[in-house]
Nanobody, 116 residues
Framework: QVQLVESGGGLVQAGGSLRLSCTASGRTFSYYNMGWFRQAPEKSREFVADISPSGGRTNYLTSVKGRFTISRDNAKNTVSLQMNSLKPEDTAVYYC?????????WGQGTQVTVSS
């Protein structure tokens, strides 16, 4: 089990940027796949991006490809999501997640609001 704490959310105008960070507790962080998910009001939670334990493989939701970049620092137990060219439809609560096969460890979420 790992405990996850997100930070970096906020209010930004369309076209702006935000960087989300997630810090994990525990000494086995480097074993975990790490992901970012989001949930907009009245919508289901959706996958945004994930990264393999070594950082060598990443996957993205089609609508964020080219705008968002996921990265990790195993020495610091952190995973980040750089979000550029933000759009109002990116508004959601963003969650960090960790898992060995599937995601079963979740942070509390951080709000991202993009104004038009």
């Amino acid at each position: 089990q790992v405990q996850l704490v997100e930070s970096g959310g906020g209010l930004v105008q369309a076209g702006g940027s935000l960087r989300l960070s997630c810090t994990a507790s525990g000494r086995t962080f480097s074993y975990y796949n790490m992901g970012w998910f989001r949930q907009a009001p009245e919508k289901s939670r959706e996958f945004v991006a994930d990264i393999s334990p070594s950082g060598g493989r990443t996957n993205y939701l089609t609508s964020v490809k080219g705008r968002f970049t996921i990265s990790r620092d195993n020495a610091k137990n952190t995973v980040s999501l750089q979000m550029n060219s933000l759009k109002p439809e990116d508004t959601a609560v963003y969650y960090c997640a960790a898992g060995l096969s599937g995601y079963n460890n979740w942070g509390q979420g951080t709000q991202v609001t993009v104004s038009s």
